[in-house]
């Protein structure tokens, strides 16, 4: 069962889904913080060029299927047009009501 976006516990997390559904990069960079990191399955990457790929121009898309630690861990189905529909967690570091770090990787 999908938890709708607007139920999200943390603000931050919230904006973040939210921006890459609507595939809005201004209001994605507006969440985060200046210098936030990210890795994919362990393995850390730049987080322009790799948002640009996996996210928008592949129109990628998040459908919650749960979250944990006060909102910051979500489990997802994450699809875009490279790689189609699969399940992935999502952990999130939040300071100041700003993302500066997430991590990805299949769940």
């Known amino acids: 069962m999908t938890i709708q976006v607007a139920r999200l516990s943390d603000p931050a997390v919230r904006a973040f889904v939210t921006a890459v559904n609507a595939h809005d990069r201004e209001a994605f960079e507006a969440v ?3 210098g936030a990191t990210m890795a994919d399955d362990g393995s850390d990457h730049d987080l322009a060029d790799w948002t640009e ?3 928008f121009s592949s129109h ?3 459908d919650v299927d ?5 909102g910051h861990a979500l489990v997802v189905r994450y699809s875009n047009d490279t790689w189609g529909e699969m399940k992935t967690r999502w952990s999130f570091t ?3 009501g700003k993302v500066t770090r997430f991590e990805t990787g299949q769940a």
């Open 60 to 62: 990628g898309h998040m």
């Open 66 to 70: 749960n979250e944990s630690r006060g």
């Open 32 to 34: 985060l913080a200046p």
């Open 94 to 96: 939040v300071d100041g």
């Open 53 to 55: 790929r996996e996210i």
